[in-house]
């Protein structure tokens, strides 16, 4: 359907909104008359928190968590057993993990998976820092939490070898996650069982 | 799933987000952290764009249809039929119509229906005006084109009753099956109704 906007204002708005993943025009212009219904005040908050966050948000120097602070409140908190790093895709899979009350050790989030489909390699990734972290000593274990695919077993396999010559432990959180699925989607019970009977990684699964 | 945000500025933009209809948390979570992967200046075109658009939207004072100007370009256009127009409830409804290319005449965008169940009365909408607009003179007829539904129905009926004193001719979009639609598979209303309103057949439809 070739659409006549009646305004330039609203069709920039709609052309914003459905460059967003998942959003087409249809449901960008739903979305755009819902905030045109909203006070002014609102619209603002929503606009400005976006903008703020863009330009505002750090990521944590020791795990790349995204953070307020410049070493986040995980990493921060003296509770939290240092020894052991749990080695993540993305910020949503930190929250996933942590939302099984399951893991009290720290995170290190890759920003990805090694992809030669993609265009990632490991120099995209945060995994020279993850290298110095361990051998700057401390971690006494290294668990492996990337997704159950090609990409996540390719990354876990790299860093591994990148860590042979460390006394650091590796293990990879358990298979019950079926193969193929997103981390982010998995039940809890599932992930926090997957972390509890984690098994030692020796470059095979 | 009880999320620990990592960032106060994160959790403040998901939230925004997942205010919006039909988004919930984890969909606010993904479109938030695709716009973290955006360049700061896609990010602020994208926030402001809707922040601009709340401020500086207008409403032709004609048709009520959004506008960039005091009266819309449908309204200002002097090749438009402005003895006809169409009621419709809002500006996604002209847009459907405008793209059938079907019509030339102008519109009235009501704002709404009549919803008892909703609160919305007829005070709520844009019909004072329209009875105004037709007793101004010039509107030969008025098509009611509101969904087929209990409200748009009593709409069309409030709205024919505030019009009764006039000459102004009434009409309303032919409702029947749809084409392409499988007979077997029409709604009993519809498909008793366009039997009631059968069209005579000159070989074409």
Redesign the interface.
């Known amino acids: 359907?070739?659409?006549?906007?009646?305004?330039?204002?609203?069709e920039?708005?709609v052309?914003?909104?459905s460059?967003?993943?998942?959003?087409g025009r249809k449901?960008a212009?739903?979305?755009?008359?819902?905030?045109?219904r909203?006070e002014?005040s609102a619209?603002?908050?929503?606009?400005?928190?976006?903008?703020?966050?863009?330009?505002?948000?750090?990521y944590?120097r020791v795990c790349h968590?995204?953070?307020?602070t410049e070493v986040?409140?995980?990493c921060a908190n003296p509770r939290r057993d240092a020894s052991t790093v749990c080695v993540v895709e993305?910020?949503?899979d930190?929250?996933?993990i942590?939302?099984t009350g399951q893991y009290r050790g720290l995170y290190h989030v890759l920003g990805g998976v090694i992809s030669p489909m993609d265009g990632t390699g490991p120099g995209d990734l945060q995994i020279d820092s993850l290298v110095e972290r361990v051998k700057e000593g401390g971690v006494q274990e290294v668990i492996f939490a990337l997704s159950p695919t090609m990409e996540g077993d390719t990354t876990n396999f790299y860093i591994s070898r990148k860590l042979a010559d460390t006394t650091v432990k590796l293990s990879v959180i358990a298979r019950g996650i079926s193969i193929g699925d997103e981390l982010?989607y998995t039940d809890?019970v599932t992930l926090g069982r997957s972390i509890i009977n984690r098994i030692a990684f020796n470059g095979n699964v």
Request: glycine share 4%; hydrophobic share 40%; with cysteine.
């Open positions: 359907m070739n659409q006549q906007y009646p305004s330039v204002l609203l920039k708005a052309s914003e909104f460059r967003l993943p998942g959003i449901t212009m739903r979305l755009v008359l819902h905030l045109l909203q002014p619209v603002d908050s929503f606009g400005n928190s976006i903008i703020q966050l863009r330009h505002e948000v750090k944590c968590n995204i953070s307020d986040c409140q995980l993305n910020i949503r930190v929250m996933a942590e939302a982010e809890e």
